[in-house]
């Protein structure tokens, strides 16, 4: 056989075959969570609250621990990445200071996220006495999203044509009238998907949180500002340190799965979102 | 136009607006302002040889070499591991597959990325830890080793995502060029495509690295958690810490202000430059390739 051929043909072969090892890798990690967790599922699971130190009834409290701090974190972030997107459109117009308002949230983003934890420590938890509590878990994660909800919300208000905004200054708009009439309503896609992807990071993290947040066991809601909560990722964080014994794994596999649904769930969304508004881009 | 006042009109739009850029932008200044503050207290309690010390002992005293050592190790290990089957897929997807095919597998590599590493952590010691020690017929399967091979996994995606951009940015006349010119498509990809893309796959490596340096809670479970350097100094199957980790295991107990927090502080600080230097290098190959 010509031996170029033979080349081309045995490269493309490991090609695929790399690519499969890697996928394999993949899959079996999302099979190994459903396999593992599906049995421990159950209604008592789900809605009772857990005893004997997670190893006996269910997940119901850290379930709601994770939506109270993932939901707060983007309610207090939204505003912030939002105002900032806008102020870096609307009224930078020095292509130096863009550059470095971007190196800025870039670097953000690449900040570990156990660093958030030590310092968001000594902000929210020292300077405003919050402690160990829900509220310092908020700030936190709010702070660990910003830059998710801003680089989302920043490319949508990109692609907004030039001649809406031209439309928007004809009409004498303020810039302010401008943000409202135009800019928000033309960039809402890229507010949701963001909201959305931080979501799904502020679900997704531990580090951050662990020693900052949350309490193991005895708690249920937060009566106040400067109280704990339990959560689902800090559960499994506790339960998997008992890998050797049985029941503790089988609770452990079972909140990942609940906890795995609700990231992958949210990530589907935006992708499922992004794909139709590139369709409508097409057309 | 060049009259342009730099600030137009300052509205409470303006104001607004302003406060929350300050807010976002100032964050990162203020994080490390914070470290390097923070951090001063084991600075002078033990010197500059907080860096190269080996030993750490809580309230005796304070050396990070081994953590240092450790994160260096995983990351390389991970770097190691992850680069042909990163490599390997984003060629394939970028190059040989139907415009079907390659948004299905980024789809799936979004997805995958976004798996939380709380999940890592669990898959690694209640599997990876337990086939490391069978496998190599070790008394103690979480080792530097284990971390090694789950932060490869983990940053997988991410890496696969980024180098596979870098090779789609290459334009199609370059490719076209040279199959006009006889060669064969694998030629093309090797000897032209992958040469241009160059900057752009280091770029995607060098982000990956920075997370895998970063990632706290996966390896925190399977490393091991001894802050030591094995002996002899490459032998990987020997449980061993990285910074994240310590960070992670101590952090709760010492909560607070005495030298320990400062410490730990002081390793996030570390952490975080050479987190950066990463990421900044990726950035920087990232944005001179496109």
């Given at each position: 056989m010509n031996p170029r051929l033979w080349k081309e043909r045995t490269t493309v072969f490991i090609l695929y075959g790399l690519t499969g090892c890697g996928g394999l890798v993949l899959a079996?990690?999302?099979?190994?969570?459903?396999?593992?967790g599906a049995p421990a599922l159950s209604g008592e699971f789900l809605f009772e609250e857990s005893r004997n130190f997670g190893l006996e009834g269910g997940i119901f409290y850290q379930m709601i621990?994770?939506?109270?701090?993932?939901?707060?974190?983007?309610?207090?972030?939204?505003p912030v990445a939002l105002g900032s997107v806008l102020f870096q459109t609307e009224f930078l117009h020095s292509s130096k200071l863009k550059k470095m308002f971007r190196f800025l949230i870039y670097s953000l983003n690449a900040v570990p996220t156990i660093i958030f934890g030590l310092i968001g420590y000594l902000f929210f938890g020292v300077l405003l006495e919050a402690g160990v509590s829900w509220v310092t878990g908020v700030l936190i994660l709010a702070v660990m999203i910003l830059p998710t909800l801003h680089v989302s919300i920043h490319e949508a208000v990109e692609s907004i044509p030039d001649h809406y905004r031209e439309a928007g200054l004809a009409l004498g708009l303020s810039p302010g009238q401008q943000m409202r009439a135009v800019i928000l309503p033309q960039s809402v896609y890229g507010i949701v998907t963001g909201t959305l992807l931080g979501l799904a990071r502020a679900a997704g993290e531990t580090a951050a949180i662990m020693f900052t947040a949350t309490?193991?066991?005895?708690?249920?809601?937060?009566q106040s500002w400067n109280e704990p909560v339990t959560t689902l990722q800090t559960h499994i964080l506790v339960l998997s340190q008992e890998a050797a014994n049985p029941a503790a794994l089988t609770h452990a596999w079972?909140?990942?799965l609940v906890l795995l649904t609700l990231v992958l769930f949210l990530i589907s969304v935006t992708l499922w979102m992004r794909t139709g508004m590139e369709m409508e881009a097409e057309r | 136009m060049n009259m342009k006042p730099m600030f137009p009109e300052r509205g409470p739009a303006f104001w607004l607006t302003g406060l929350a850029?300050?807010?976002?932008?100032?964050?990162?200044g203020l994080l490390f302002?914070?470290?390097?503050?923070?951090?001063?207290?084991v600075f002078k309690a033990e010197g500059v040889s907080f860096l190269w010390g080996t030993d750490w002992f809580a309230g005796e005293s304070y050396g990070a070499l081994p953590m240092i050592?450790?994160?260096?190790?995983?990351?390389?290990l991970a770097l190691v591991m992850v680069l042909p089957f990163a490599l390997g897929s984003a060629i394939l997807t970028s190059e040989f597959l139907s415009g079907r095919a390659r948004l299905i597998v980024k789809a799936a590599m979004e997805l995958l990325a976004g798996v939380p590493g709380i999940l890592y952590g669990l898959m690694g010691i209640a599997l990876l830890a337990v086939w490391v020690r069978d496998l190599f017929g070790l008394i103690d399967g979480n080792t530097l080793f284990t971390a090694g091979v789950l932060l490869a996994v983990m940053i997988l995606p991410t890496v696969m995502t980024l180098a596979e951009d870098a090779l789609r940015a290459v334009p199609g006349e370059t490719r076209d060029t040279?199959?006009?010119?006889?060669l064969t498509r694998i030629e093309t990809v090797m000897q032209v495509v992958v040469p241009q893309a160059l900057p752009g796959l280091a770029g995607a490596v060098f982000l990956g690295l920075g997370r895998a340096m970063g990632e706290t809670i996966a390896v925190m479970l399977v490393i091991g958690g001894i802050d030591r350097i094995p002996q002899p100094w490459f032998d990987l199957f020997a449980p061993g810490q990285n910074i994240p980790s310590k960070i992670g295991r101590e952090a709760a107990e010492a909560l607070g202000f005495d030298v320990q927090w400062s410490a730990l502080i002081a390793l996030g600080l570390v952490l975080f430059l050479m987190v950066m230097t990463l990421t900044t290098a990726g950035n920087f190959l990232i944005g001179k390739a496109r």
């Open positions: 079996v990690i999302l099979t190994t969570v459903i396999m593992k621990g994770t939506l109270i701090l993932m939901v707060g974190a983007a309610m207090v972030c939204l309490a193991f066991s005895g708690v249920r809601l937060p079972g909140a990942g | 850029a300050t807010v976002s932008a100032g964050t990162i302002v914070s470290l390097v503050v923070e951090s001063v207290p050592y450790g994160s260096l190790m995983v990351t390389g040279a199959l006009s010119l006889g």
